[in-house]
């Protein structure tokens, strides 16, 4: 409900009371402990949508990329000095995941980025698994990249670069309709994402992170014959979570909520890489 209060006041215009009226009320149709929080999400974003059209978010996307982008030679040079180029890389991909609008823990303002980016490179990872990637990258195979928010995903540039130096064919995922400030094909298009992957496959549907009970089976096809799922962000955490998969999952991400936090057994509030078989 705090993204519906934040992305009903983005853009001039729109009805935000009824967008805020209605989100409330699938929300509490909906809600069921038993139920994922993403599934719970996506119907009342959806019930938001359906008042605010098509992607409230699309400026601060467009925003959030132009500013990480202006960090990438930064952070370039920050990995090119480290001894550990992976666990670097993996460091600069995952300070972008701050980059989350309207969530507890993230920042709403591109802007913000650039007073802490240097803040988050020195906290360093509180959870590091990068020694389980770095087993799958000696030797040829696809990762199967599930990509979070805009901004963030121009600093996946320099992981995605190194992951392809290594032999690594890189299947990227986007979404398959815009949601909250996540990436979709045409963001991918436009921050020029698309060009550093071998292949780019979407969700196929509108749904926070993806949606098990409904993947398109060329993405399903990758995810059988891959070697590993890296998956951005706390969302694709949600989702994944609970899911029993042929291959290892790395969770790339800020834990900006408890129960994300605990779920992993980590602090509030930490740096992970978390490898999951």
Not at 203 to 224: A, C, H, K, Q, S
Request: aromatic share 6%.
């Amino acid at each position: 409900m705090k993204r519906i209060l934040f992305q009903s006041g983005l853009n001039e215009g729109s009805d935000e009371r009824r967008s805020v009226e209605e989100g409330l009320k699938v929300f509490a149709q909906g809600f069921d402990y038993s139920r994922k929080s993403v599934d719970v999400a996506t119907e009342v974003h959806r019930a938001s949508y359906a008042v605010l059209g098509r992607d409230p978010y699309h400026d601060l996307k467009v925003r959030a990329d132009e500013v990480a982008g202006g960090f990438m030679d930064l952070a370039q040079r920050y990995v090119d000095g480290s001894e550990d180029k992976l666990r670097a890389c993996l460091m600069v991909s995952v300070i972008g995941n701050i980059m989350d609008f309207g969530s507890t823990g993230g920042i709403d303002d591109p802007e913000e980025f650039e007073p802490i980016f240097q803040n988050l490179i020195d906290q360093g990872l509180g959870l590091d698994d990068s020694d389980r990637i770095a087993e799958i990258l000696d030797r040829p195979g696809t990762i199967v990249y599930m990509f979070d928010n805009c901004g963030e995903t121009q600093l996946d540039k320099i992981l995605i670069r190194y992951l392809r130096s290594r032999g690594k064919r890189i299947v990227g995922v986007v979404r398959g309709e815009p949601i909250l400030n996540d990436v979709t094909a045409e963001d991918a298009v436009r921050s020029g994402l698309d060009k550093e992957l071998d292949r780019m496959l979407t969700t196929g549907t509108f749904y926070v992170d993806i949606d098990w009970n409904n993947v398109p089976e060329e993405l399903m096809d990758e995810i059988r014959g891959c070697d590993l799922i890296l998956a951005k962000g706390m969302g694709n955490f949600e989702s994944l979570s609970d899911e029993v998969l042929p291959v290892p999952v790395a969770h790339v991400l800020s834990t900006k909520c408890k129960p994300v936090a605990d779920s992993i057994g980590v602090p509030h509030d930490l740096n992970v890489v978390y490898v999951r078989r």
